[in-house]
């Protein structure tokens, strides 16, 4: 499992960012606090607090392709 935290402030982004994480196969959760929902939930996405940087969880060890693909949404 990998975890990145990545910051989705507009609406176009979280739509941009589903497009992305749904054309691969990994189980991908998006944690802010105690709340996790899947990352590919564009509702369950807009659940959250967005105000702030979430936990994207990719469970799958090789996922180099999708953190090249979502850079832009990466923060440190």
């Known amino acids: 499992m990998k ?3 990545i910051k989705l402030s507009l ?3 979280v739509k941009s960012f ?3 994480v749904n054309r691969y196969a ?4 998006l944690r ?3 709340h996790v929902v899947d990352a590919k939930s564009i509702l369950g996405i807009f659940s959250l607090d967005l105000s702030k940087p979430v936990t994207l969880e990719i469970y799958d ?3 180099d392709d999708l ?3 979502i850079k832009s949404f990466v923060v440190n």
Do not use: P, S, W
């Open 61 to 63: 060890d090789n996922c």
């Open 32 to 34: 802010a606090g105690r």
């Open 26 to 29: 990994y189980d991908v959760d």
């Open 11 to 13: 609406a176009e982004n």
């Open 3 to 5: 975890a990145v935290n």
């Open 67 to 69: 953190l090249e693909e």
């Open 18 to 20: 589903v497009n992305i």
